[in-house]
Nanobody, 125 residues
Framework: QVQLQESGPGLVKPSQTLSLTCTVS??????????WHWVRQPPGKGLEWMGA???????FDNASLKSRTSISRDTSKNQFTLQLNSVTPEDTAVYFC?????????????????WGQGTQVTVSS
């Protein structure tokens, strides 16, 4: 059974860069046709897809985030990472990593095969 675990700082100051890591166990991030996604949920709001990286390392992002995101991976550690630049309090959210056989963005949790438990990130000075 594939399991995903998010890790990162719980508190980030405005204008800084947020970096989160998703560690995958029970499967490989290079498994054919799987895409590895980041999704977030601000307080009181719905899920927002942020981007993804494919089993080959190709990346996909949500244009609405205005190029503030960068997704990378470390295949030796079976991890993928999200960086979000120039954070503001509006970036406060629970951040999830997830996986499915599509690089298309989705804000529907049911569209994903695997889903992490989420990590709370607060942006505040």
């Amino acid at each position: 059974q594939v399991q995903l675990q998010e890790s990162g700082p719980g508190l980030v100051k405005p204008s800084q860069t947020l970096s989160l890591t998703c560690t995958v166990s029970g499967g490989s991030i290079t498994t054919y046709y799987y895409f590895w996604h980041w999704v977030r949920q601000p307080p009181g709001k719905g899920l927002e897809w942020m981007g993804a990286i494919s089993w080959r390392g190709s990346t996909f992002d949500n244009a609405s985030l205005k190029s503030r995101t960068s997704i990378s991976r470390d295949t030796s550690k079976n991890q993928f990472t999200l960086q979000l630049n120039s954070v503001t309090p509006e970036d406060t959210a629970v951040y999830f990593c997830a996986s499915r056989k599509s690089g298309a963005g989705s804000s529907n949790r049911g569209d994903y095969d695997y889903w992490g438990q989420g990590t709370q990130v607060t942006v505040s000075s």
